[in-house]
């Protein structure tokens, strides 16, 4: 759980520093805001379709999205 928590840490941070909102987000994985909070939390999951969705949209790549940034 603690990977997922990084995960959605990692993605919370560069979805701030690309302008990007929580329903911006909800859009790029095809789902709710609702959603969205609880994959930032680490409490759910997205596919591999929708990492690959994010990491293009965040300007990195899967591994390094998926790699995570543990000082944020």
Do not use: C, W
Request: proline share 1%; aromatic share 6%; net charge negative.
């Amino acid at each position: 759980m603690q990977e997922a928590r990084m995960l959605g840490n990692y993605v919370e941070h560069l979805a701030k520093r690309n302008g990007l909102s929580t329903s911006d987000l909800a859009n790029i994985l095809g789902g709710d805001e609702g959603r969205v909070l609880s994959f930032i939390k680490g409490r759910a999951y997205a596919s591999y379709a929708q990492i690959s969705s994010l990491a293009a949209t965040l300007g990195t790549t899967v591994e390094d999205l998926l790699n995570g940034d543990p000082d944020t």
